[in-house]
């Protein structure tokens, strides 16, 4: 007998731990590094280094979901992540305070604040999503992404708006105060909501005991040798990659070669993240409304959105040179429409295929695809905005450097499609495990186990 499946209230509830995690981190990437270049005057390099520092720290997510393994449970794991996150918010907002009194003990503190935002985003997402991935049923895993990934969302948008009003008449004690009473808030909030989901488990296979468990580096061995965990780490390394490099270089494009105004820029953001919402309830509806016979599989999903991606990067690259019978805004609209689809689609198989291959090996399946995305994600940003600095000293024009730089996306799409036709193409038996687990994400076959497992 396994766990009950979470029911769609639990879910929401799950995703309210999302909407603490990303209300947190909204403020270290967003508000502190505002006030770092404009109110201290310091290097924009300084905050994108310690924003860095954070994703660079996520490289440990294989270590928490093998921990969890390890004890069985991801509920602790979340609430201790989410406790460290929020430490780690405050200490970041009072090392920015620090900053104009001594900005060497600030940065000091700063380095070691965004060192703590790393674990616990790690140890807390990680955790989180395997806990989904366990007790999701599979036909609602795809809604289920969307429904926590746009709960983030939200969490960025009701703290950034909140806090952007409390905040005025702008002061550093303003600022220690107004952070730390969001991390409070939001720690309080997460471990309500994870309250008694797990705990409602009743798993009658008999858990492995420590001394049968194997070192952390043998099982992430293990993991790794499953061709169907392999594959997806890869793709989802190239696929971020893909997904994250246009977002230092879209709006100084914008601006250049359109001439929008700083204001017009802005809600071109809003415009393409608009486009990522739309482009995941789409693939919801899809997955979890529609009847049987108009669904699309998450992998059909995942080669349709990269696929996507790469043709309206290409548009966006060719308005540069030439008129065409779409706006711009309306190509960005599209490019958000597009990543959104991939992206949750992907989420979704994440989810899937994390049960898929050697049995109590979730939490370091979800751990490993999660540092493929953290890494991607945090040098995406950088390898873009940095290969528009090179290609400006070969091309003719600063515009000519964009369109370079969009082209090769649109070139990494296209390879991240390829490799998205692959995923879950494997059905693996293992001698240790109690059954065979489908991992074909592309049809309607679904993981199956025909005996105890220990989910």
């Not at 600030?106 to 366990?134: C, D, R, Y």
């Not at 793709?235 to 250049?256: C, H, K, N, R, T």
Request: charged share 10%.
């Amino acid at each position: 007998m396994t766990a009950p499946n979470l029911s769609w209230f639990q879910i929401v509830r799950l995703g309210l731990v999302q909407t603490a995690l990303g209300g947190i981190v909204v403020l270290m990437t967003s508000t502190l590094n505002r006030v770092m270049v404009v109110e201290l005057a310091l290097p924009a390099i300084v905050p994108g280094l310690l924003v860095g520092l954070h994703f660079a720290l996520q490289v440990l997510r294989p270590h928490w979901g093998y921990a969890s393994d390890l004890g069985g449970r991801n509920t602790p794991w979340i609430i201790g992540g989410i406790a460290t996150l929020a430490i780690g918010g405050a200490l970041a907002a009072l090392a920015t305070a620090l900053m104009t009194w001594n900005l060497t003990i600030g940065l000091l503190l700063a380095t070691v604040a965004f060192s703590v935002i790393g674990l616990g985003v790690g140890a807390a997402g990680t955790n989180l999503l395997v806990l989904l991935a366990k007790r999701v049923a599979p036909p609602r895993r795809a809604a289920a992404a969307t429904i926590v990934w746009i709960m983030m969302i939200a969490g960025f948008v009701i703290t950034a708006g909140t806090v952007g009003h409390y905040l005025d008449p702008f002061s550093m004690q303003r600022l220690v105060m107004i952070t730390s009473l969001v991390s409070m808030i939001a720690f309080v909030v997460a471990v309500l909501a994870v309250q008694g989901i797990e705990g409602d488990a009743v798993v009658l296979s008999k858990p492995e005991t420590i001394e049968k468990k194997p070192p952390f580096l043998q099982a992430l061995t293990q993991v790794w040798s499953e061709p169907d965990a392999r594959h997806f780490t890869i793709f989802v390394f190239v696929s971020m990659l893909a997904y994250s490099a246009q977002d230092l270089i879209l709006e100084p494009y914008a601006g250049e070669v359109f001439g929008f105004t700083p204001g017009q820029s802005t809600k071109l953001s809003g415009t393409q993240h608009g486009g990522v919402l739309l482009g995941m309830v789409l693939v919801a509806i899809t997955g979890s409304v529609l009847p049987a016979a108009f669904r699309l599989s998450l992998k059909t999903w995942t080669m349709l959105g990269c696929g996507a991606s790469a043709i309206t990067l290409t548009l966006i690259a060719l308005s540069g040179m030439m008129t065409l019978p779409v706006s711009f805004t309306a190509l960005v609209f599209l490019l958000g429409l597009s990543n959104g689809a991939f992206a949750i689609a992907a989420i979704g198989s994440m989810m899937l295929l994390a049960n898929a291959g050697r049995h109590a090996r979730e939490g370091v399946r979800m751990g490993l695809w999660g540092a493929a995305q953290a890494i991607a994600f945090g040098a995406g940003g950088l390898i873009g905005a940095g290969a528009v600095d090179i290609f400006r000293l070969f091309a003719n024009s600063g515009t000519n450097a964009y369109i370079t730089v969009f082209l090769l996306e649109a070139a990494l799409f296209v390879f991240a499609g390829a490799l998205a036709s692959r995923i879950g193409s494997s059905t693996r038996f293992d001698a240790a495990d109690t059954g065979p687990r489908t991992a074909d994400i592309g049809g309607n076959i679904w993981p199956t186990r025909t005996s105890e497992s220990g989910s």
